[in-house]
């Protein structure tokens, strides 16, 4: 069930990522230097805490590879998306993709019991985001007078990524474990048997 959670994860953020990929349009309809930069940040930092996160399920709680597999998806998501816009947000995108993957890493390999829940909140504050920088995109658009972009595309991307997320949440709520109390006391972690 963990694998079939973390591709539907995966899946969901490479569309959240596309969709921001195609809202900074081809070459010749570049966003604004900074814009393109929030883009790039946003599109890496989430895509390497969400992917950093859940490696642990597919990773058996390596860290090192957690780190490795959080790291890439996030390098790939910020370099996508800020290769089209300029050197400065090719860049912001790649590092904040880099920090996002080993700060997901960390906190799924920490927290093992709570990475479901985590994906989901880290999914829907990238939904969030993502949403509103559309709209900052659009308002920037109306200002200069430049072409609009395509809304219906994403528009459906969007759509596509609620669905998925409403998908994980009724996977999340069915596969949830119920928690069993664990008694530990400070003398048996100590000693390493219990008293």
Same mark, same amino acid.
């Given at each position: 069930?963990?694998?079939?959670?973390?591709?539907?994860?995966?899946?969901?953020?490479?569309?959240?990522?596309?969709?921001?990929?195609?809202?900074?349009?081809?070459?010749?309809?570049?966003?604004?230097?900074?814009?393109?930069?929030?883009?790039?940040?946003?599109? !890496?930092?989430?895509?390497?805490?969400?992917?950093?996160?859940?490696?642990?399920?597919?990773?058996?709680?390596?860290?090192?590879?957690?780190?490795?597999?959080?790291? !890439?998806?996030?390098?790939?998501?910020?370099?996508?998306? !800020?290769?089209?816009?300029?050197?400065?947000?090719?860049?912001?995108?790649?590092?904040?993709?880099?920090?996002?993957?080993?700060?997901?890493?960390?906190?799924?390999?920490?927290?093992?019991?709570?990475?479901?829940?985590?994906?989901?909140?880290?999914?829907?504050?990238?939904?969030?985001?993502?949403?509103?920088?559309?709209?900052?995109?659009?308002?920037?658009?109306?200002?200069?007078?430049?072409?609009?972009?395509?809304?219906?595309?994403?528009?459906?991307?969007?759509?596509?990524?609620?669905?998925?997320?409403?998908?994980?949440? !009724?996977?999340?709520?069915?596969?949830?474990?119920?928690?069993?109390?664990?008694?530990?006391?400070?003398?048996?972690?100590?000693?390493?048997?219990?008293?």
């Amino acid at each position: 069930m963990s694998i079939l959670y973390v591709s539907l994860s995966l899946w969901l953020t490479g569309l959240i990522t596309a969709s921001l990929r195609a809202a900074v349009g081809p070459a010749d309809d570049r966003v604004s230097t900074m814009s393109g930069m929030m883009l790039a940040m946003t599109a !890496g930092m989430m895509t390497g805490l969400i992917v950093g996160t859940g490696a642990p399920l597919v990773a058996g709680g390596d860290l090192w590879a957690a780190t490795l597999l959080g790291i !890439g998806g996030g390098l790939a998501a910020g370099l996508v998306v !800020g290769a089209p816009v300029g050197m400065l947000a090719l860049l912001d995108g790649g590092m904040a993709g880099l920090m996002g993957g080993m700060m997901g890493a960390m906190l799924g390999v920490m927290a093992p019991a709570v990475v479901v829940p985590t994906v989901l909140l880290l999914l829907t504050l990238y939904l969030l985001a993502h949403t509103g920088l559309l709209y900052h995109l659009d308002r920037e658009a109306q200002h200069a007078d430049a072409p609009r972009r395509s809304r219906r595309t994403r528009l459906l991307l969007l759509v596509l990524a609620l669905v998925g997320l409403s998908v994980l949440g !009724g996977l999340a709520r069915t596969s949830a474990p119920e928690a069993q109390p664990q008694h530990h006391s400070y003398a048996s972690t100590i000693s390493g048997s219990p008293m």
